[in-house]
């Protein structure tokens, strides 16, 4: 106690501990009922109506709203928790009184010195104090009345006189602040590790299993937890599907957290897969040409059939994150620039876009590569304006004289399916919740949507609405 004004000098009252008590007679320390430091943190999904609407073009077609972002996890007020100072006990530290000349009554004899205490080790886990603690070399005896009662007079040391401190026979002395921890004296929590992924099967003397990823969106621990379910990668993000195609369908960028790192995580995949002799490939997005001509053209007016936009508002308006401009070095505009508007494989017409402005740039499916690939090689701005809004155009599949359309796309590149992206399936469902409507009441996704007549395979699965990222094996099975 601090004397303050007007109180007398603070008087030392005897207790117990001015008496040296061996260790096992006492607890080691007071539980910790406090709460843990980590429960002040949460992680989840916060549902936001309107966040991320697709409007991917200015005036030409706006989407209902409906969106997913995160909430960081901030530390939750009044659960702040302050790291505790040991006090220190100076008698603790205190040598021992010294050895009476003539044995006390009832004691037992000093065993011999023991080595040096070893150094305090702090024991991690959740911890249960099932009674006094024993030291490690206590008597039979002793440990028996730890677990079952009071030690037995004789088992005791004797305290008839101060300084007549004696160690029952074969008892080791240990340092107060050094606790002795039994393994009957803990929870012992068995921990069942998480089964690996099992590797996708692959038939090493043809092509291997053939899987197509929906649009991404930013989102890289949802697409890395897909391929993980899908036996595509392990549990570090490394490629274990051997000789397994992989396509992406686009959009990896935009409206969510890490663009720039999907982009990345696409690019080790495909140098991993061709050394494991399969291949991992992606095509080219709307979202992928916004995010070039936002930073080839930022301001520069560009002629838009609503008037005069730029790509730099138009990146804006539709997601795009500033954090992944400040990330995107010449190597990610390469790799996008080069990247394929379609393909055809095992008899899938593979694309992003449901529309059928595919044909104003070829009638074949190199035609088309090629031509928008000389489109942004030219690097005319309102040249790739026109190849941005041709892309972001949708729906051409959904209505009445949907399969018609698919069919003439197919008639014209081949295939007997068409397999896209870009268009949400809740939005080719028509469930697309409003502002107005009620939290948890959106569209579930489960998996890809066919329709069409069955020749149309919607991938994209609402990842930035609060659906969810799909990837799929093709041919689909039931």
């Known amino acids: 106690m601090t004397q303050g004004a007007g109180q007398g000098p603070a008087m030392r009252t005897a207790t117990l501990r001015d008496f040296r008590v061996p260790a096992y007679v006492h607890g080691i320390g007071p539980e910790d009922d406090g709460p843990d430091p980590a429960d002040g943190y949460a992680d989840g999904y916060a549902e936001s109506p309107g966040a991320h609407a697709h409007h991917d073009v200015p005036g030409e077609q706006e989407e209902p709203a409906g969106a997913r972002g995160y909430d960081e996890g901030a530390q939750v007020p009044g659960e702040a928790h302050t790291a ?123 092509p291997g299993p053939l ?7 930013g989102y890289l621990e949802e697409l890395l937890a897909a391929l993980r379910a899908q036996g595509i990668i392990d549990a570090e993000g490394q490629w274990i599907a051997g000789n397994t195609r992989l396509w992406f369908l686009g959009d990896f960028t935009d409206r969510g957290p890490d663009g720039i790192g999907v982009i990345d995580t696409v ?42 936009a730029t790509f730099q508002a138009a990146w804006l308006l539709n997601g795009g994150q500033k954090t992944d401009m400040e990330r995107l070095e010449d190597h990610h505009l390469q790799w996008m620039a080069r990247l394929d508007a379609m393909e055809e494989e095992d008899g899938h017409l593979l694309v992003h876009s449901d529309t ?94 066919v329709y069409a007549d069955g020749l149309a395979i919607a991938m994209d699965g609402g990842v930035t609405m609060a659906g969810k990222l799909l990837v799929r094996p093709l041919p689909l099975t039931a």
């Open 211 to 217: 899987f197509v990823v929906g649009d991404v969106h």
């Open 267 to 308: 690019m080790r995949l495909s140098a991993e897969a061709a050394a494991a002799g399969g291949y991992c490939k992606a095509l080219m997005g709307n979202h992928e040409l916004l995010l070039l001509g936002a930073k080839r053209f930022g301001d520069t007016p560009v002629n838009s059939g609503a008037g005069t």
């Open 84 to 206: 505790q100072p040991t006090a220190h006990d100076p008698f603790d530290s205190a040598p021992l009184p010294p050895e009476p000349p003539h044995p006390v009554h009832g004691a037992v004899a000093p065993a011999p010195p023991a080595p040096a205490a070893a150094p305090h080790t702090a024991v991690q886990g959740p911890q249960v104090t099932q009674g006094p603690q024993v030291a490690q070399g206590a008597p039979d005896a002793v440990r028996e009345s730890a677990a079952h009662g009071p030690v037995p007079p004789a088992a005791t040391a004797s305290f008839d006189a101060p300084g007549g401190l004696a160690e029952p026979e074969g008892y080791t002395p240990t340092q107060r602040d050094l606790p002795v921890i039994n393994r009957g004296d803990t929870v012992q929590v068995p921990v069942t590790p998480a089964p690996a992924p099992a590797p996708v099967l692959n038939n090493p003397e043809g």
């Open 356 to 449: 059928t402005a595919y044909l104003d740039y070829g009638d074949s499916i190199e035609a088309v590569n090629d031509t928008v690939r000389e489109t942004l090689t030219r690097n005319d701005a309102n040249e790739c304006w026109d190849l941005f809004r041709k892309f972001t155009k949708r729906f051409a599949f959904r209505d009445d004289n949907g399969a018609d359309a698919v069919r003439e796309l197919l008639n014209v590149y081949g295939g007997t399916r068409i397999v896209h992206g870009h268009s949400p399936i809740p939005y080719l469902l028509g469930e697309v919740g409003s502002e107005e409507a009620e939290e948890g009441t959106g569209p579930v996704v489960e998996g890809p949507h």
